[in-house]
């Protein structure tokens, strides 16, 4: 089974942005919040893993996922 992780910014408050991610994948797929990690990541980082694999970036979209962008990409 896969570990997934989302990396946020703290300095940029995106933690809330996190949470609600995992909420809405949680909702719409067969996943629990105990499925992913949140992780303090740097300044301007939103980043999603599965294993050691980036599977999602901010950076490279300059735009926060939805649940259902991830979902395709699990």
Known sequence: MATYSIRYCVIWNYLPHAT???EEISFMANYTAQDFHLVEGNSGEF?????????????????FPNGDDIVRLL
Do not use: F, H, P
């Open 20 to 22: 609600r991610l995992v």
């Open 47 to 63: 980043t999603i893993w599965r294993d050691n694999e980036q599977i999602y970036s901010k950076g490279a979209l300059d735009d």
